[in-house]
């Protein structure tokens, strides 16, 4: 004698189950690429790096142009893009310039800075003392030759702005061969 089914729910998945797992999980898996980055990048370090370059090929130009020098005040968190007033004889911010106004780093995000070489040891702002630039660019379009690493604490990634007397740039990414500290830079890629 045959058994009579009872209409009620069946074993297995709806069509409708199984797509919305397979949209969950496109979305968990789009999450993890875009936080980690294409290949493992630090995007964080790359937008420092494409930041400081942009900020100092500005600065280089905009002294030529305009025949002022500027230069470059770096802190330990911070830096800054400043010029010479000559009729005060002093260092001052760009006024009415965002791209030149003070910019923190990045929480982790360190910087180090050499010029011609030499390691240099930022000094944290101090309240009343005048503000002098480490890097100069002179409206002749010379430059001190320096160099500026950005790394993150806890990896190996390291981004290089080297700046030439010139005033060249070159811009040195992670995984790349370093050029020779001091040495100046080669066309901007």
Same mark, same amino acid.
Request: net charge negative; charged share 25%; glycine share 12%.
């Given at each position: 004698?045959?058994? =009579?089914? *009872? /209409?009620?729910?069946?074993?297995?998945?709806? @069509?409708?189950?199984? @797509?919305?797992?397979?949209?969950?999980?496109?979305?968990?898996?789009? %999450?993890?690429?875009?936080?980690?980055?294409?290949?493992?990048?630090?995007?964080?370090?790359?937008?420092?790096? $494409?930041?400081?370059?942009?900020?100092?090929?500005?600065?280089?130009?905009?002294?030529? @142009?305009? !025949?002022?020098?500027? !230069?470059?005040?770096? *802190?330990?968190? =911070?830096?800054?893009?400043?010029?010479?007033?000559?009729?005060? *004889?002093?260092?001052? *911010?760009?006024?009415?310039?965002?791209?030149?106004?003070?910019?923190?780093?990045?929480?982790?995000?360190?910087?180090?800075?050499?010029?011609? !070489?030499?390691?240099?040891?930022?000094?944290?702002?101090?309240?009343?003392? $005048?503000?002098?630039?480490?890097?100069?660019?002179? +409206? +002749?379009?010379?430059?001190?030759?320096?160099?500026? +690493?950005?790394? =993150?604490?806890?990896?190996?990634?390291?981004?290089?702005?080297?700046? !030439?007397?010139?005033?060249?740039?070159? %811009?040195?990414? /992670?995984?790349?061969?370093?050029?020779?500290?001091?040495?100046?830079?080669?066309?901007?890629?």
């Amino acid at each position: 004698m045959p058994t =009579r089914r *009872s /209409p009620g729910r069946r074993a297995g998945f709806t @069509l409708i189950e199984i @797509l919305v797992v397979v949209v969950i999980i496109a979305v968990l898996t789009s %999450v993890a690429v875009l936080s980690m980055g294409v290949l493992g990048k630090d995007r964080g370090l790359e937008a420092e790096g $494409e930041r400081f370059s942009d900020v100092a090929a500005a600065a280089m130009e905009q002294a030529e @142009l305009e !025949g002022r020098d500027f !230069g470059i005040h770096f *802190s330990a968190t =911070r830096y800054e893009v400043l010029t010479y007033v000559t009729r005060r *004889s002093r260092w001052e *911010s760009v006024i009415d310039d965002r791209l030149y106004a003070v910019h923190e780093l990045p929480a982790g995000v360190t910087a180090r800075l050499e010029i011609e !070489g030499k390691p240099i040891q930022f000094n944290d702002d101090q309240a009343g003392v $005048e503000r002098v630039p480490q890097v100069l660019m002179y +409206s +002749s379009g010379d430059v001190s030759p320096y160099r500026l +690493s950005f790394g =993150r604490e806890g990896s190996d990634d390291v981004w290089s702005v080297d700046g !030439g007397a010139d005033g060249t740039l070159k %811009v040195t990414r /992670p995984g790349t061969a370093p050029a020779a500290p001091g040495a100046g830079a080669g066309a901007a890629p």
